[in-house]
């Protein structure tokens, strides 16, 4: 698979080259019905966060197509270019976890952040420093 598949998705980060390139590696891993689901949807969106000092940020959604529909967006942060690639490619995940699961719960799991981090666990993204097994999850791939 080649990153062209998600071009639409990284325009708003060409001039982060690489957090693009991050962000771009996440997607080509996730499985095939999640990149569907992304692709499918003309209201999906990944951004980057437009802050100005001391006026704050902003942040513009696709309008939701129907009524049915809903606007979905992942607006990630500049400082992802620069952490960790281990740190920067969990929140890459996890905030596509939110999207997929249209920010709800998974399987069992209802809180949100949970459901997020334990679906981008089964990605192969596990939150670094986290011990699994003390808290009663299986680990990482």
Known sequence: MKREKFSNFLVALEDCPPLRD????????????????????????????????????????????????????VVLRRKLATSSEAFAHYIIAHELAHAFLRNGGW?????????????????GYPRPGTDYARIGMPGAK
Do not use: K, M, N, Y
């Open 22 to 73: 991050r962000v771009s590696a996440v997607l080509l891993s996730l499985p095939e019905e999640v990149q569907q689901d992304f692709l499918d949807d003309p209201a999906f969106r990944i951004d980057l966060e437009d802050i100005a000092p001391g006026r704050g940020s902003r942040t513009f959604l696709a309008l939701p197509i129907s009524c049915a529909s809903v606007s979905r967006s």
């Open 107 to 123: 399987q069992e799991i209802v809180d949100r952040e949970e459901a997020a981090d334990a679906l981008a666990l089964t990605w």
